[in-house]
């Protein structure tokens, strides 16, 4: 069972009907392009854990399995729970996706993370930020796409930060935490059996603070091999605290001047075309080794990189409207534009417009990500809309 059918989920789809498997692709009806490429689709909301539950039920599949979005990990944790399937169980997942129970697991474990207070009122949020000698940040216990997350540098802020991270909550709970400085870097950790059996380091490239969401991810990271021994340990007590299992777990740190910290994880592989970037690294499919490892087959990975550096983009605006023209990428870089002239863009929950992404294969990695960033750019700002 393949939860989603959007465009991150499609080269998933993909892999397993190319690997011969039989693909349940299950999603709400819309215009996803997953929809049709398998010959078993199950309209469902991904996000009901009892419905998914009654589908895999009846379906009784070898495994089940997303990548690119959260909304659907109580379902993927429950099936694998309840069917005794190989993956991330029900607590883990939960866990993945409310940043308090994750936040109490780390610490709990002495895993570095930002230190954090779960906060009833403005009056907790005051006393915690007034404790602090730097920034703090505000945000929803269990939002997505950076959605109620407001950075404080004045006690006036924190009212109309408390009230919009309460908005975006679905629970009601809201963390204060504090900001942490420094360069945003991410890692793949492929977990077999609860043990990490590769961990793959990579840059990111961010929208600027406090937002932080990811556009952009490079591999190797140029300084990889620092940061991997850096962070090893505290990966493997992450995902034993968590309880993440058979699958690509995504990882995002925050390189501070104490030392690496982990922001989140989860037990899924990350989007930003990250399962292309560490794979043509590494020279394996990171699709089809998730697949593998959601079905608790036994997997071969290389001891060491067996692929070529690169880095990729998305394409994005942040404006939406109708296209007039957009001028081609060069030929140099691999690409995937999603939308025509005459086409209507979209902005995303991250309010962003995602027209495509553009990568860069090369052998030397040293002009990879300046050489991408430039091409985006200029792409980008080539774009015309109707409404300009």
Not at 78 to 83: F, T, W
Not at 171 to 193: H, P, T
Not at 247 to 267: A, M, Q, Y
Not at 365 to 374: E, N, Q
Request: hydrophobic share 40%; with cysteine; net charge negative.
């Amino acid at each position: 069972m393949i939860l989603g059918a959007g465009r991150y989920q499609v080269p998933l789809i993909k892999a397993s009907i190319e690997l011969g498997i039989e693909t349940h692709v299950c999603s709400i009806l819309g215009d996803y392009p997953g929809i049709g490429l398998s010959d078993h689709f199950h309209e469902v909301d991904i996000a009901s854990s009892t419905d998914v539950l009654d589908l895999a039920q009846e379906i009784q599949p070898d495994g089940i399995i997303t990548t690119a979005t959260d909304i659907c990990l109580k379902s993927i944790g429950l099936v694998v729970e309840k069917m005794n399937l190989p993956g991330s169980g029900y607590e883990a997942s939960s866990s993945c996706l409310n940043k308090s129970l994750m936040k109490q697991k780390l610490v709990g474990a002495r895993v570095p993370t930002a230190d954090y207070r779960v906060v009833e009122g403005v009056e907790s949020a005051l006393d915690f930020f007034n404790n602090l000698s730097s920034a703090c940040v505000i945000k929803p216990a269990d939002s997505s796409g950076s959605r109620g997350v407001s950075k404080i540098v004045e006690s006036s802020e924190i009212e109309s930060a408390f009230e919009s991270a309460k908005e975006y909550s679905k629970s009601g709970v809201v963390l204060i935490e504090e900001w942490l400085e420094g360069e945003e870097f991410g890692a793949q950790a492929v977990v077999e059996n609860g043990q990490c059996k590769l961990l793959v380091v990579h840059s990111d490239v961010t929208t600027p603070p406090p937002r932080r969401i990811p556009v952009g991810h490079g591999c190797p990271h140029p300084n990889g091999m620092e940061l991997k021994g850096m962070v090893q340990e505290m990966v493997n007590d992450a995902i034993d605290a968590i309880g993440i299992d058979n699958t690509v777990s995504n990882i995002d740190f925050i390189l501070t001047e104490n030392g690496p910290k982990i922001i989140e994880l989860t037990c899924r592989m990350g989007g930003t075309r990250l399962p292309e970037v560490c794979g043509t690294y590494w020279g394996i499919d990171f699709y089809t080794l998730a697949i593998q490892l959601a079905l608790g087959d036994k997997i071969n990975i290389p001891a060491t990189p067996q692929g070529k550096p690169n880095a990729a983009h998305n394409l994005i605006l942040e404006r939406e409207g109708k296209i007039i023209s957009m001028d081609s990428v060069k030929a140099r870089f691999v690409h995937e534009v999603w939308f025509d002239a005459g086409d209507c863009v979209p902005l995303n929950v991250a309010r962003l417009a995602e027209l495509g992404y553009i990568q860069l294969i090369q052998d030397g990695s040293s002009s990879i990500l300046p050489d991408l960033i430039k091409e985006v750019n200029r792409v980008a700002g080539s774009v015309v809309l109707e409404e300009d």
